[in-house]
Structures are given as structure tokens and as C-alpha cells.
């Protein structure tokens, strides 16, 4: 019904005076009939385009360890940022804690001075509970 009143319409109406709901559905030509245009659909699309890392927010450089220069490629499955937290270099069995990012000819820098401190805090205090055990 609304179909053949918008013909109707189309008719008897200048086309630029016509109302048309939706300007994407209905389409008028020079004849002034109101012809409706099929929504395009697209049938054959390339496959969704994976995200790049810096897309989901990782590190894009390459990844180096500090102790023996073992690069983690980006682009490599999993993402380094995703590893299992005991994973280890597959060169030297250094800690992930051992990588530092590089960008360019720049590489960063592995700070593991509270590491040593609290070392060799945990050792005196063994060192003094060894001690106050066998003296008493």
C-alpha cells in the first residue's frame, strides 16, 4: 500500500518536493518514478585484518635479553607481553624479567639492584637466626 502511494505520489509531485524516509532506500528518476534501491550487500569480502600489536597495545620492537642478546621477533605467537611469567630465554634459560625493549639502536636498561639488596638482606637475617638458634 505505502509502495503504490509513493508511485502515486511520484506522479503527481515535482521529485524535489517528494518526501522520502530514508534517502538511501528510495531513489527518483528523471521520469520522477520513485524506484526503491536495494541495500548494497557486500558477498565476497577479504577475511577480517588481524591487529597489529600496537593496536592491542603491546610493544612493537623487538624484545632483547640483557645476558646473552636473544631477540624475541615481533610478530611472534604469543606476544611477548603475553608469555607465561616463568617462560625463559630459549638461549641462555635467563628470567623474562632478563628482556628489555629495543627501539632502533637504542636498547634499554635492566635495573636488578633491589634484587642484590634484598638478597643479601634475606642472607644476614638467615646468617642471624643461625646464630641466635645456636647459641641458646
Not at 31 to 60: C, H, I, N
Not at 109 to 127: E, I, K, P, Q
Request: proline fraction near 8%; charged fraction near 20%.
Amino acid at each position: 500500500m505505502r509502495s503504490a502511494l509513493l508511485l502515486l505520489l511520484a506522479n503527481f509531485a515535482p521529485a524535489n518536493s517528494l518526501y522520502l524516509p530514508s534517502p538511501k532506500l528510495y531513489h527518483v528518476k528523471k521520469s520522477g518514478v520513485v524506484v526503491r534501491a536495494a541495500p548494497a550487500v557486500m558477498q565476497f569480502s577479504k577475511k577480517d585484518k588481524k591487529p597489529t600489536l600496537e593496536e592491542l597495545g603491546y610493544w612493537p620492537g623487538e624484545w632483547v635479553c640483557a645476558d646473552c642478546g636473544y631477540i624475541y621477533e615481533p610478530g611472534t605467537e604469543p606476544p611477548f607481553e603475553e608469555l607465561r611469567t616463568f617462560w625463559k630465554c630459549p638461549q641462555c634459560a635467563g628470567p623474562r624479567r632478563r628482556f628489555v625493549k629495543k627501539a632502533g639502536n637504542m636498547v634499554g636498561v635492566v635495573n636488578d639492584n633491589s634484587l642484590y639488596v634484598g638478597t643479601a638482606f634475606a642472607a644476614l637475617a638467615v646468617v642471624a637466626l643461625v646464630y641466635v638458634g645456636l647459641t641458646f
